[in-house]
């Protein structure tokens, strides 16, 4: 089955400064690709995705890149604000009928100082 | 609109007991899946539902079970209960089976078994 790997574990950064959090994933066929951000006591929220036929995708200050031959995607955080401090998990799925089942990486706690 | 609603948020069992969670997808919503969260395996897929039918199944054992009714509502039941069990269980609605369409979390109902 698939297999999400995901780093770094915890990130700190400054206010302004920029994040990334990298996934590489193991199943070839997996072509959807979307990242989630859960804060204390809520269910994680979808910020981006990006599907296979895409390489790169931006929302304000939040973009998306995927490398399909590397099999590895990233997330960018630019001019990060205390409020983006939140556990950002990147996840991987085949699409098709199973596009309903995610398979997660471990999580990246990211700490913004204002 | 209503997001995704999850009943109880919290439960305590006992071990060797069994337990029922709900989960009421988004107004429209028409496939569910389930997640099991703890700090040690991260986010792991269970199951998903749509047309009261399981569509896609992870890799848990059979005490986990769960069932859709036609009006889209879930449910989940973990039989004999065992102390590994503790976890926040998530459940996610999507409009439709196989789509791209965004998985929605409810805010999850922790677990705890004594």
């Known amino acids: 089955g698939e297999n999400v790997e995901q780093h770094p574990s915890t990130l700190s950064v400054q206010e302004g400064d920029s994040a990334v959090i990298k996934c590489t994933y193991s199943?070839?066929?997996?072509?959807?690709f979307p990242w989630y951000k859960q804060e204390l006591g809520k269910g994680p929220q979808l910020i981006i995705d990006?599907?296979?036929?895409?390489g790169e995708k931006k929302d304000q200050r939040i973009a998306v890149t995927l490398n399909k031959t590397a099999k590895h995607f990233s997330l960018h955080i630019t001019e990060t604000q205390p409020e983006d401090s939140a556990v950002y998990f990147c996840?991987?799925?085949?699409?098709?009928?199973?596009?309903?089942?995610?398979?997660f990486g471990q999580g990246t706690i990211l700490t913004v100082h204002p | 609109k209503a997001g995704v609603t999850q009943t109880p948020r919290y439960l305590i069992k006992t071990r060797g007991q069994q337990v029922t969670l709900s989960c009421s997808p988004i107004s429209g919503h028409r496939s569910v899946s389930w997640y099991q969260q703890t700090p040690g395996q991260g986010l792991q897929f269970l199951f998903e539902y749509f047309s009261e039918t399981q569509r896609n199944k992870g890799n848990f054992p059979g005490r986990f079970s769960g069932r859709q009714f036609s009006n889209s509502r879930s449910e989940m039941n973990v039989s004999t209960l065992e102390l590994g069990d503790s976890a926040l269980y998530l459940c996610a609605s999507s409009l439709d089976y196989g789509s791209t369409d965004t998985q929605y979390f409810g805010p999850g109902t922790r677990l705890t078994v004594l």
């Open positions: 199943d070839s066929a997996s072509n959807y």
């Open positions: 996840a991987a799925s085949e699409g098709g009928t199973s596009y309903g089942k995610l398979t």
């Open positions: 990006i599907r296979s036929n895409v």
